[in-house]
């Protein structure tokens, strides 16, 4: 059974799903415990996997299939927290939708996403990517109309997956 065979039946059949989390509903291992959250967590990228006849599916991805049918290429967490498998929390996008939807970078030294310090000219730059192009929207004396001119123009290239960074 590869990912793309798995169907909507099987895994309402192997699982029972309790608000984000997937419980065994019947015995597919010695391991498997009925009435236990299915899968573990992983350290790297505080996903939640799950182990099925030897193909490891992450678990937001078997949710999604769990409740529509069908399990989409990309499928994002609307509040940047990856171990939050709740349907409500689930939606599928595309690569570009995704990384609009992204956490703040570690490296960001001005605490806003978008908003960077150019010391040459020193001001501030507000820029964003979309449509596969960086978007420069100016150099800012003050850090707070960078900041306005970076979140609004991110809500208009971005829409519904326009994310300050912070994880809500």
Not at 128 to 133: E, F, K, M, V, W
């Amino acid at each position: 059974m590869n990912q793309s065979n798995l169907t909507q039946a099987q895994v309402l059949e192997m699982f029972s799903y309790v608000d984000g989390k997937l419980l065994w509903r019947k015995k597919t291992s010695r391991k498997t415990v009925i009435g236990n959250e299915a899968g573990t967590h992983r350290k790297t990228d505080g996903y939640r996997q799950i182990m099925i006849n030897r193909c490891i599916y992450r678990t937001h991805r078997l949710v999604h299939l769990y409740h529509h049918g069908w399990m989409p290429e990309i499928i994002d967490h609307i509040n940047q927290n990856t171990s939050d498998n709740r349907i409500e929390n689930l939606r599928s996008a595309t690569r570009a939708e995704n990384a609009y939807n992204c956490k703040m970078r570690p490296d960001n030294t001005s605490g806003v996403k978008g908003v960077t310090w150019c010391k040459n000219k020193r001001k501030w730059v507000a820029r964003l990517y979309a449509d596969r192009r960086c978007v420069n929207l100016g150099r800012f004396a003050e850090m707070q109309d960078a900041v306005a001119a970076v979140m609004a123009a991110r809500h208009q290239y971005h829409g519904a997956f326009a994310s300050e960074g912070m994880p809500q």
